[in-house]
């Protein structure tokens, strides 16, 4: 033991929340249970708790937590005559009393964290669901903590949880990592879902604010964690690429008001220098393992947008240009609405709002019914072609539709700003 006085639950607790995800995945690769590697981890850190704080952190606390949940294990095999053919599952590997190294002990940590990816972004549980569970077992958040990030209330989050590991034991999902095509497919699966974890975060869908950074951190630790653990894969590089990139902006896009600011509007100086560094190397190495033969996909091609972005030091040093010739690249490869709304930007700066407004008229009639997206845009380039009656409406609609307070607002004063214009400039 490192001899630490009197340890703090504080510190034992980030000492967990850093061994917990590796603890998690490989007692769930041992047992294939998830509920019972999840009990058989809080047991450990139970024990933590209880030993730490008398006799300090232990020199490797991931060896430590692992060898209490495997005896743990052994004594619940051997009290339960119904579970005793697991105790052979297991194997010797669980009767040594002793673990000198997590790493040496426990076989391939990487490939039981991406297991575990795997197994919480199964393609028969529905993305919500994918989400939440993902947070929980790989991101290491509590129940609550996932509820008071989707502002929702702690027992439905629970119960959803519940839910997709009762639906994962009910198809038989397997421990075991994909292969070839099942595997590259899942792969999709985890990429969205952290996405999607990451996105939430960016620009949240509802509450009081614009973004929630908890969630877009957790989103880029897990893009670290799959780029790491699939290095030669270029979407993968490309998605941490792009998230890092992204959240290097997230003290920029609000003002000292808390107000939102737009992309075109942030003081760049505050963007975070590190995380922009690592995103644009990320984005270097997905593009040199597209180039030497690797195929990249739509992950790639955003990271790319995202790099122009991130490369210009003024707003007006954005290369527009290549940004539209990304999202036509984009469109082809991937279409759809959403993509287009956001060609529909990039073209309308590169070559005039009616160039945008043209592919916008072009949307399919009810694609995207419901979003403030296409409303937004429509706004903002009729405000640039000086039609702000037109552009206040816009707005005005957008303000209607999104759940955001935090957007709504910007929205209101985009519209009142148009309007302040109507009198000299409409036509």
Same mark, same amino acid.
């Given at each position: 033991?490192?001899?630490?006085?009197?340890?703090?639950?504080?510190?034992?607790?980030?000492?967990?929340?850093?061994?917990?995800?590796?603890?998690?995945?490989?007692?769930?690769?041992?047992?294939? /249970?998830?509920?019972?590697?999840?009990?058989?981890?809080?047991?450990?850190?139970?024990?933590?708790?209880?030993?730490?704080?008398?006799?300090?952190?232990?020199?490797?606390?991931?060896?430590?937590?692992?060898?209490?949940?495997?005896?743990?294990?052994?004594?619940?095999?051997?009290?339960?005559?119904?579970?005793?053919?697991?105790?052979?599952?297991?194997?010797?590997?669980?009767?040594?009393?002793?673990?000198?190294?997590?790493?040496?002990?426990?076989?391939? @940590?990487? +490939? /039981?964290?991406? =297991?575990?990816?795997?197994?919480? &972004?199964?393609?028969?549980?529905?993305? /919500?669901?994918?989400?939440?569970?993902?947070?929980?077992?790989?991101?290491?958040?509590?129940?609550?903590?996932?509820?008071?990030?989707?502002?929702?209330?702690?027992?439905?989050?629970?119960? =959803?949880?519940?839910?997709?590991?009762?639906?994962?034991?009910?198809?038989?999902?397997?421990?075991?990592?994909?292969?070839?095509?099942?595997?590259?497919?899942?792969?999709?699966?985890?990429?969205?879902? @952290?996405?999607?974890?990451?996105?939430?975060?960016?620009?949240?869908?509802?509450?009081?604010?614009?973004?929630?950074?908890?969630? &877009?951190?957790?989103?880029?630790?897990?893009?670290?964690?799959?780029?790491?653990?699939?290095?030669?894969?270029?979407?993968?590089?490309?998605?941490?690429?792009?998230?890092? @990139?992204?959240g290097s902006r997230l003290a920029a896009r609000a003002d000292a008001s808390g107000k939102s600011v737009l992309l075109e509007d942030q003081d760049r100086t505050r963007w975070d220098q590190l995380l922009l560094r690592r995103g644009l190397?990320?984005?270097?190495?997905?593009?040199?393992?597209?180039?030497?033969?690797?195929?990249?996909?739509?992950?790639?091609?955003?990271?790319?947008?995202?790099? &122009?972005?991130?490369?210009?030091?003024?707003?007006? /040093?954005?290369?527009?240009?290549?940004?539209?010739?990304?999202? +036509?690249?984009?469109?082809?490869?991937?279409?759809?609405?959403? @993509?287009?709304?956001?060609?529909?930007?990039?073209?309308?700066?590169?070559?005039?709002?009616?160039?945008?407004?043209?592919?916008?008229?072009?949307?399919?009639?009810?694609?995207?019914?419901?979003?403030?997206?296409?409303?937004?845009?429509?706004?903002?380039?009729?405000?640039?072609?000086?039609?702000?009656?037109?552009?206040?409406?816009?707005?005005?609609?957008?303000?209607?539709?999104?759940?955001?307070?935090?957007? =709504?607002?910007?929205?209101e004063m985009r519209a009142a700003a148009c309007r302040s214009h109507q009198g000299s400039s409409d036509g």
């Amino acid at each position: 033991m490192v001899s630490t006085g009197s340890t703090t639950e504080e510190a034992i607790v980030a000492v967990w929340r850093n061994e917990s995800v590796r603890l998690l995945a490989g007692l769930a690769r041992m047992t294939h /249970d998830l509920d019972l590697a999840e009990d058989l981890a809080q047991d450990a850190l139970v024990a933590a708790l209880e030993q730490w704080p008398r006799e300090g952190i232990p020199r490797n606390p991931g060896a430590w937590l692992m060898s209490i949940a495997k005896r743990r294990a052994i004594d619940g095999f051997r009290r339960d005559e119904t579970l005793r053919r697991k105790v052979a599952l297991l194997g010797h590997e669980l009767e040594e009393e002793e673990m000198p190294d997590l790493a040496a002990a426990v076989d391939h @940590i990487e +490939d /039981d964290v991406l =297991r575990l990816m795997f197994l919480s &972004c199964h393609p028969t549980l529905a993305p /919500d669901s994918r989400t939440v569970l993902t947070l929980r077992l790989v991101g290491g958040l509590t129940t609550a903590e996932i509820a008071r990030a989707y502002f929702a209330k702690e027992s439905a989050v629970g119960q =959803r949880i519940s839910r997709a590991k009762r639906t994962l034991a009910e198809v038989g999902a397997s421990f075991e990592l994909p292969v070839g095509e099942e595997r590259a497919a899942r792969m999709r699966e985890v990429m969205q879902t @952290i996405y999607l974890v990451f996105n939430e975060g960016y620009a949240a869908t509802s509450g009081p604010s614009w973004t929630r950074p908890e969630l &877009c951190l957790e989103g880029m630790r897990l893009a670290r964690m799959l780029a790491a653990l699939a290095p030669g894969d270029p979407e993968a590089q490309a998605l941490q690429g792009l998230l890092e @990139i992204q959240g290097s902006r997230l003290a920029a896009r609000a003002d000292a008001s808390g107000k939102s600011v737009l992309l075109e509007d942030q003081d760049r100086t505050r963007w975070d220098q590190l995380l922009l560094r690592r995103g644009l190397a990320a984005v270097g190495r997905a593009t040199a393992l597209a180039s030497s033969g690797t195929p990249g996909g739509s992950y790639l091609v955003q990271a790319m947008i995202a790099a &122009c972005h991130g490369r210009a030091r003024r707003a007006e /040093d954005t290369d527009w240009a290549e940004i539209a010739r990304l999202y +036509d690249l984009l469109a082809s490869g991937a279409p759809g609405a959403v @993509i287009d709304v956001n060609r529909a930007v990039a073209h309308g700066r590169a070559f005039g709002p009616e160039a945008g407004l043209a592919i916008l008229a072009s949307l399919p009639e009810g694609a995207l019914a419901g979003s403030h997206l296409p409303h937004g845009v429509r706004g903002d380039l009729l405000h640039r072609a000086g039609r702000h009656r037109e552009a206040a409406k816009a707005f005005d609609t957008a303000a209607s539709l999104t759940g955001n307070a935090g957007e =709504r607002e910007l929205l209101e004063m985009r519209a009142a700003a148009c309007r302040s214009h109507q009198g000299s400039s409409d036509g």
